[in-house]
């Protein structure tokens, strides 16, 4: 397996570097404070086309592949962990329409969700099925010329500033997972409204809030792929957006020891600068090895999804999941040891990482828990 980048990809990478280091991270405790989407950054991953990495030409896109757009997250991340989040999961929504969608559905949006002038949100869980996303009751009623949609989503991030929004919804809970579908809907439909805003432990700055559909009619063309094969539509974009959520861990991993070490550097206690510590070099180096292992699982997980291309069976699910679980449990603990060597001053709110600490802890609950992840593992081992 090679992961060594062709001079497009790593031209692309230092740029998205340069963007984290010089624009995202000075702004990243403002941003999350004001706890409202930031437009400026968004905007400047489209005009850098760093939205459009895994989109072919023709629809605006620079088709770099996975393993650049990967490096590109962790980057993100590392620069504003919220941005990063933002940029994984447009991306995968977005995918989803350039894998399923038909070409009058591409034609209409991909370029727009390219330059950043559209925003997409991912909405699948519910208010009682989350882990359990089979089992959602979001009903899409059959009528004529489209479907009338009633229920409840949860826990949707970005609902509130997206235009556009991938929706899975039961034909019929009778017909159990046959009748998952999924849906493209635009967010000014009528019978759409963004309800409750969830306060969060941390990611503020991007909103999460509950969808209720109210007799909201769609017309036909708003079918994304076909009627009851929503949940292979699900599980595809899942096992991308997972290895877009362990760059997003990376990064904000980095981003902690980053700070650590700088901080064990400055920091003087009993006459030396603290990382003259064993004890602090000790835990310096455990972040360090856990970051470059988390690196390397996601990195092999992109490389597979880009040598699967649209073959949905040879879709890296157990890599996918072996990254998004190592990687973000690497991050609550790399994060909590940044916080300790810091001491007193990493439990401020006027230093990054307690902002990252609360931020890590998510990262092992979305996109599928970590108990799912170990579930989805074990069920592949078992397979054979
Ligand atoms: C900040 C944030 C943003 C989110 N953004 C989105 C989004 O954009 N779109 C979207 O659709 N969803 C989103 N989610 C929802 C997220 O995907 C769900 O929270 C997640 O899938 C877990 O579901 P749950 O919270 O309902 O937990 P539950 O499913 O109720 O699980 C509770 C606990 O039981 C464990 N558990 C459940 N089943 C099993 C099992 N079979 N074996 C072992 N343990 C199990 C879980 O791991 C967990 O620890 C977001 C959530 C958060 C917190």
């Not at 919220?82 to 591409?106: C, E, P, R, Y």
Request: hydrophobic share 40%; net charge negative; with cysteine.
């Amino acid at each position: 397996m090679d992961f060594s980048l062709s001079e497009n990809e790593l031209e692309i990478v230092e740029l998205v570097k340069e963007i984290a280091d010089n624009e995202l991270a000075p702004r990243m405790v403002e941003i999350d404070e004001a706890s409202r989407f930031s437009w400026d950054n968004f905007k400047l991953l489209g005009n850098a086309g760093i939205l459009g990495m895994l989109f072919p030409e023709k629809y605006g896109g620079t088709d770099l592949g996975y393993l650049a757009y990967s490096l590109s997250v962790e980057e993100v991340s590392r620069g504003d962990f919220n941005t990063g989040l933002t940029l994984s999961v447009h991306s995968m929504s977005a995918l989803a329409i350039l894998k399923f969608g038909t070409d009058k559905q591409k034609e209409t949006y991909l370029q727009r969700l390219m330059t950043g002038d559209y925003l997409m949100a991912f909405v699948l869980s519910e208010p009682d099925f989350g882990s359990d996303a089979a089992g959602l009751q979001c009903r899409a009623e059959k009528v004529d010329g489209g479907y009338k949609l009633n229920g409840t989503k949860a826990w949707i991030s970005n609902a509130e500033d997206a235009h556009l929004f991938v929706v899975w919804a039961t034909l019929d809970p009778k017909l159990g997972k046959k009748g998952i579908t999924t849906f493209i809907i635009e967010k000014d439909t009528e019978g759409i409204e963004v309800a409750k805003k969830e306060p969060k432990m941390g990611g503020e700055g991007t909103a999460t809030n509950q969808i209720i559909f109210t007799d909201c009619f769609i017309p036909d063309d708003c079918l994304l792929g076909e009627e009851g094969r929503g949940l292979r539509v699900a599980l595809n974009s899942l096992s991308g957006g997972r290895i877009g959520v362990a760059a997003n861990a990376t990064g904000v991993s980095q981003r902690a020891l980053d700070e650590a070490l700088a901080y064990s550097q400055e920091r003087v206690q009993f006459d030396v600068p603290i990382c003259e510590f064993q004890g602090i070099q000790w835990k310096l180096a455990d972040m360090d090895t856990m970051i470059e292992a988390g690196r390397l699982l996601y990195q092999k997980a992109a490389y597979l999804k880009q040598y699967a291309g649209n073959d949905l069976d040879l879709d890296p699910i157990k890599e996918a999941s072996q990254a998004k679980c190592f990687a973000t449990d690497s991050c609550l603990h790399v994060c909590s040891e940044a916080v300790q060597i810091m001491g007193a001053y990493g439990y401020s709110r006027e230093y990054p990482v307690e902002r990252l600490m609360r931020y890590s802890k998510v990262t092992q609950i979305f996109e599928g828990s970590n108990e799912i992840q170990r579930n989805l593992i074990a069920r592949e081992l078992l397979k054979d």
